[in-house]
């Protein structure tokens, strides 16, 4: 089958499919005798199992190693776990540092009168010269204040 057929049989964009083939995800497709691009179905599957893995929020080189246990049969099922594992830390701590964010506009955005004023304390705090994330000490009377050092 084209690059089309199987972008539509295995919900992956063309664009993607060869973007895959360019990094090595996928291995280099058959090609006809006129130079097209030919994908059996194991190539779908392949595909498929990749798109799963992305929906997920996997980052290619976490598919590679997806898919080499995959492909193992002499595999353990404690090293997809751990790599499962893994990624829903990684998943969380991604959630935890959004909800920080939000947290901290959310704060900036009460400091603002949103007003004719041209003062605002967002674009104030967004227009410091410094490399510190922002972020807001709701206990101190609105004031807005560098983030400390944690990491």
Same mark, same amino acid.
């Given at each position: 089958?084209?690059? @089309?057929?199987?972008?539509?049989? !295995?919900?992956? =964009? %063309?664009?993607?499919? +060869?973007?895959? #083939? *360019?990094?090595?995800?996928?291995?280099?497709?058959?090609?006809?005798?006129?130079?097209?691009?030919?994908?059996?179905?194991?190539?779908?599957?392949?595909?498929?199992?990749?798109?799963?893995?992305?929906?997920?929020?996997?980052?290619?080189?976490?598919?590679?190693?997806?898919? @080499?246990?995959?492909?193992?049969? !002499?595999?353990? =099922? %404690?090293?997809?776990? +751990?790599?499962? #594992? *893994?990624?829903?830390?990684?998943?969380?701590?991604?959630?935890?540092?959004?909800?920080?964010?939000?947290?901290?506009?959310?704060?900036?955005?009460?400091?603002?009168?949103?007003?004719?004023?041209?003062?605002?304390?967002?674009?104030?705090?967004?227009?410091?010269?410094?490399?510190?994330?922002?972020?807001?000490?709701?206990?101190?009377?609105?004031?807005?204040? +560098?983030?400390?050092?944690?990491?």
């Amino acid at each position: 089958m084209n690059i @089309g057929d199987a972008a539509k049989a !295995s919900s992956v =964009s %063309a664009k993607m499919i +060869r973007y895959y #083939e *360019q990094i090595g995800l996928i291995p280099a497709a058959d090609r006809t005798e006129s130079g097209y691009r030919a994908y059996s179905q194991a190539d779908i599957h392949r595909l498929r199992f990749i798109r799963r893995a992305r929906d997920l929020g996997f980052q290619v080189a976490e598919i590679t190693d997806l898919l @080499g246990l995959w492909n193992d049969t !002499s595999r353990h =099922s %404690a090293d997809v776990k +751990r790599l499962a #594992e *893994q990624h829903i830390a990684d998943l969380e701590q991604r959630i935890e540092h959004m909800r920080q964010m939000a947290d901290t506009l959310k704060s900036l955005i009460s400091c603002c009168a949103g007003d004719e004023r041209p003062e605002c304390p967002i674009l104030q705090r967004l227009g410091e010269d410094d490399e510190t994330p922002v972020t807001v000490d709701t206990a101190k009377t609105g004031a807005v204040r +560098r983030r400390s050092q944690k990491q």
